[in-house]
């Protein structure tokens, strides 16, 4: 695509009749002036000079209007009819009658022009020329808008014209966040931020004027579409709003249908793991009371705790008003050691298969402890809990999709218990799966190298050996089987 100065031109001119030396002479490209033949003021009347003085000023005031006309190149056949008529009415003693060229036009060397739009001949009128070609004026529309082009400037899309205006409504992109179109920088580029799976498009300033981002998707609040302020920080977007989980009642099923996940692997957790869902800070005090060394993301959103501590949970649902929840209700909670594992403390306020996602990571965690997995390194530990995590996503936003070499059937029957859960819902809307297909790609494209790395290394060997036997060969080895 380019920019083009549009060039216009007038149409082909009337010949002069043959012996007819007195009619009014085109000068110059763009700039009529009329001229009158010599002769002899003596012969004539004061009252007649003055009527040719008069007919010499209507010339130059045609030839001015048609300078105006800029872009165009007018033809002035018809004004120089015009002009003739004039003179002829007001001095017929001294110009002859005016001989009209023979129809048709073409007969004075003047070659046929097609119309590029119409496709009909060009004949008498005003036309232009570009792209090689000719046309009406009315015929060189916009291919967006359909109205002619009457600028001096239009943009080309292979053989397509457009108006400047129309064309960088299509072509020149859009902040999804301000609406607005997106800015150049300073080398007069279009620099512009997208995320690698929504494709949402942002002007660069968004990632530091303080615009908010959704916790759980990662999109940029938009301008017109306010996001739910959960009152510790974080904001959600009315998408991932509507599978949310807010309080540690509502996550009970869920959690319960993750262990039969998992029993469904042949991974029974024969102890009844206490599970909380808690606010951001209550999971950062967590963390700082675990006195053993912990693997986390930038941003952590669960943890598998290993100590006695006092946890507050979240008790009752919280309110939706005005763009934030409200009337939270909160109740601490001492988590006494019975074994291995404490507690599995999960963030409030995701959507359900975020939820779970975390869930199945930690409940992972949870079955290496209780199986006594001696202390593993961060690649191996956290690589098998997304192995975990990833496939539990992946049992429901593609059900029957990963057929495990070791263990098929239970695969299966985890699948149908998971989907069962789910059809209790009524289903995943598109929206929901959607969501789904973009927590499995923010697993497989993590770059830190515990959580991503490990992954990738994990997932490798699972889909080679299988579980069960990665898992065999980690108890012994300590590391994946190569």
Same mark, same amino acid.
């Not at 700039?31 to 033949?37: E, G, K, N, Q, T």
């Not at 404490?342 to 306020?349: D, F, P, Q, R």
């Not at 997932?459 to 036997?469: D, Q």
């Given at each position: 695509? =380019?920019?083009?100065?549009?060039?216009?031109?007038?149409?082909?001119?009337?010949?002069?009749?043959? +012996?007819?030396?007195?009619?009014?002479?085109?000068?110059?490209?763009?700039?009529?002036?009329?001229?009158?033949? /010599?002769?002899?003021?003596?012969?004539?009347?004061? #009252?007649?000079?003055?009527?040719?003085?008069?007919?010499?000023?209507?010339?130059?005031?045609? *030839?001015?209007?048609? =300078?105006?006309?800029?872009?165009?190149?007018?033809? #002035?056949?018809?004004?120089?009819?015009?002009?003739?008529?004039?003179?002829?009415?007001?001095?017929?003693?001294?110009?002859?009658?005016?001989?009209? #060229?023979?129809?048709?036009?073409?007969?004075?060397?003047?070659?046929?022009?097609?119309?590029?739009?119409?496709?009909?001949?060009?004949?008498?009128?005003?036309?232009?020329?570009?792209?090689?070609?000719?046309?009406?004026?009315?015929?060189?529309?916009?291919?967006?808008?359909?109205?002619?082009?009457?600028?001096?400037?239009?943009?080309?899309?292979?053989?397509?014209?457009?108006? &400047?205006?129309?064309? &960088? $409504?299509?072509?020149?992109?859009?902040?999804?966040?301000?609406?607005?179109?997106?800015?150049?920088?300073?080398? +007069?580029?279009?620099?512009?931020?997208?995320?690698?799976?929504?494709?949402?498009?942002?002007?660069?300033?968004?990632?530091?004027?303080?615009?908010?981002?959704?916790? @759980?998707?990662?999109?940029?609040?938009?301008?017109?579409?306010?996001?739910?302020?959960?009152?510790?920080?974080?904001?959600?977007?009315?998408?991932?709003?509507?599978?949310?989980?807010?309080?540690?009642?509502?996550?009970?099923?869920?959690?319960?249908?993750?262990?039969?996940?998992?029993?469904?692997?042949?991974?029974?957790?024969?102890?009844?793991? /206490?599970?909380?869902?808690?606010?951001?800070?209550?999971?950062?005090?967590?963390?700082?009371?675990?006195?053993?060394?912990?693997?986390?993301?930038?941003? !952590?959103?669960?943890?598998?705790?290993?100590?006695?501590?006092?946890? !507050?949970?979240?008790?009752?649902?919280?309110?939706?008003?005005?763009?934030?929840?409200? %009337?939270?209700?909160?109740?601490?909670?001492?988590?006494?050691?019975?074994?291995?594992?404490?507690?599995?403390?999960?963030?409030? %306020?995701?959507?359900?298969?975020?939820?779970?996602?975390?869930?199945?990571?930690?409940?992972?965690?949870?079955?290496?402890?209780?199986?006594?997995?001696?202390?593993?390194?961060? $690649?191996? $530990?956290?690589?098998?809990?997304?192995?975990?995590?990833?496939?539990?996503?992946?049992?429901?936003?593609?059900?029957?999709?990963?057929?495990?070499?070791?263990?098929?059937?239970?695969?299966?029957? #985890?699948?149908?218990?998971?989907?069962?859960?789910?059809? =209790?819902?009524?289903?995943? @809307?598109?929206?929901?799966?959607?969501?789904?297909?973009?927590?499995?790609?923010?697993?497989?494209?993590? @770059?830190?190298?515990?959580?991503?790395?490990?992954?990738?290394?994990?997932? *490798?060997?699972?889909?080679?050996?299988?579980?069960?036997?990665?898992?065999?060969?980690?108890?012994? !080895?300590?590391?994946?089987?190569?």
């Amino acid at each position: 695509m =380019k920019w083009l100065s549009k060039l216009f031109r007038s149409g082909p001119g009337r010949g002069n009749a043959a +012996g007819s030396n007195h009619h009014p002479q085109l000068i110059g490209d763009e700039s009529m002036i009329w001229r009158a033949p /010599p002769g002899s003021l003596d012969d004539r009347s004061r #009252a007649q000079k003055e009527k040719e003085e008069l007919d010499h000023a209507i010339g130059l005031s045609l *030839a001015e209007d048609l =300078k105006r006309r800029s872009g165009y190149r007018w033809q #002035a056949e018809r004004d120089e009819e015009l002009a003739r008529s004039l003179q002829d009415s007001s001095n017929p003693a001294l110009y002859p009658p005016y001989a009209p #060229a023979p129809a048709p036009y073409y007969s004075y060397g003047q070659t046929q022009r097609i119309c590029g739009g119409c496709k009909h001949d060009i004949r008498f009128g005003n036309y232009l020329g570009c792209m090689g070609t000719y046309f009406h004026p009315q015929c060189f529309c916009c291919h967006s808008c359909g109205r002619p082009i009457v600028e001096n400037e239009f943009s080309l899309s292979g053989r397509d014209p457009y108006h &400047k205006s129309c064309f &960088k $409504e299509l072509a020149h992109p859009k902040c999804e966040v301000c609406h607005q179109f997106i800015p150049t920088n300073r080398a +007069g580029l279009i620099e512009y931020r997208c995320h690698p799976f929504w494709s949402q498009k942002y002007c660069p300033s968004h990632e530091h004027d303080n615009t908010a981002r959704c916790c @759980s998707c990662e999109r940029l609040e938009s301008w017109d579409a306010r996001y739910v302020s959960l009152g510790d920080g974080r904001s959600l977007c009315f998408e991932c709003m509507e599978s949310a989980i807010m309080d540690t009642g509502d996550c009970q099923p869920l959690y319960h249908a993750i262990r039969d996940y998992y029993e469904g692997m042949n991974m029974r957790l024969d102890q009844q793991i /206490p599970m909380l869902l808690v606010e951001r800070q209550a999971l950062n005090e967590a963390i700082v009371g675990e006195k053993s060394g912990l693997h986390h993301m930038p941003e !952590t959103r669960g943890l598998c705790l290993s100590e006695e501590q006092t946890v !507050t949970s979240i008790l009752k649902r919280p309110k939706f008003g005005r763009h934030q929840l409200v %009337g939270i209700k909160t109740q601490p909670q001492k988590l006494t050691r019975k074994c291995e594992v404490t507690a599995i403390l999960v963030l409030y %306020g995701l959507p359900r298969l975020l939820t779970g996602a975390i869930l199945a990571h930690e409940l992972m965690h949870g079955w290496l402890r209780l199986k006594g997995y001696r202390t593993l390194n961060p $690649e191996v $530990e956290e690589g098998i809990c997304q192995v975990l995590s990833y496939m539990w996503l992946e049992s429901e936003v593609m059900p029957g999709f990963r057929n495990m070499p070791s263990s098929s059937t239970s695969t299966s029957a #985890a699948s149908s218990s998971s989907s069962s859960s789910s059809s =209790k819902k009524g289903g995943k @809307s598109k929206v929901e799966h959607k969501l789904g297909e973009f927590f499995m790609h923010q697993i497989a494209n993590d @770059s830190s190298p515990a959580y991503g790395g490990g992954f990738r290394s994990a997932n *490798a060997a699972v889909n080679k050996y299988g579980l069960r036997c990665t898992l065999d060969h980690i108890r012994l !080895t300590g590391n994946f089987p190569l």
